[in-house]
């Protein structure tokens, strides 16, 4: 049983707009550092272009560590999902893998984007990754969605 984190939002352009705007996006533009979490400040190792189950992609993060990204799920429209695993320095004594959903669905002014992230621990670590997600990930996660709800406007308006 993981530990998950959840944030919601309202973006402005319609579910079809909004998967085609968000889910190829750079992490390194908008996943900055928050407190105890790293910033990520590079992909590489990209497999593709980011749309299609099985794609992989390396992320570096500000600390020094990194972790891959796998597509597990795409059902475009409605429904992005990736795998997070072979995390490296404190998280990788920590995580055993994450999983990142997200969930676009129409709503009045756009899309409701609904997003979620699950940790899994390691063995014995839970209760730590509990507080990590509880304390520092979810106010993140609040963080960070406003800013992809940002580039929505910007980039949809731009069309």
Do not use: C, N
Request: charged content about 25%.
């Amino acid at each position: 049983m993981g530990t998950t984190a959840r944030a919601d939002a309202i973006a402005p352009a319609h579910p079809d707009r909004t998967f085609e705007i968000l889910t190829p996006v750079d992490p390194s533009r908008f996943y900055g550092r928050f407190g105890v979490i790293p910033a990520t400040v590079k992909v590489t190792d990209q497999s593709g272009a980011w749309d299609a189950a099985g794609q992989t992609r390396v992320l570096h993060l500000s600390d020094g560590s990194q972790v891959t990204e796998t597509i597990s799920e795409v059902d475009e429209p409605r429904r992005f999902v990736y795998e997070l695993t072979d995390f490296t320095k404190l998280f990788g004594m920590l995580v055993a893998y994450a999983r990142a959903e997200w969930d676009f669905d129409a709503a009045a002014g756009g899309t409701r984007i609904r997003w979620s992230y699950t940790f899994h621990g390691r063995p014995a670590r839970g209760w730590i990754i509990f507080l990590i997600v509880k304390l520092a990930w979810a106010p993140y996660m609040k963080r960070v969605l406003p800013t992809l709800v940002d580039e929505v406007r910007r980039v949809g308006s731009a069309a």
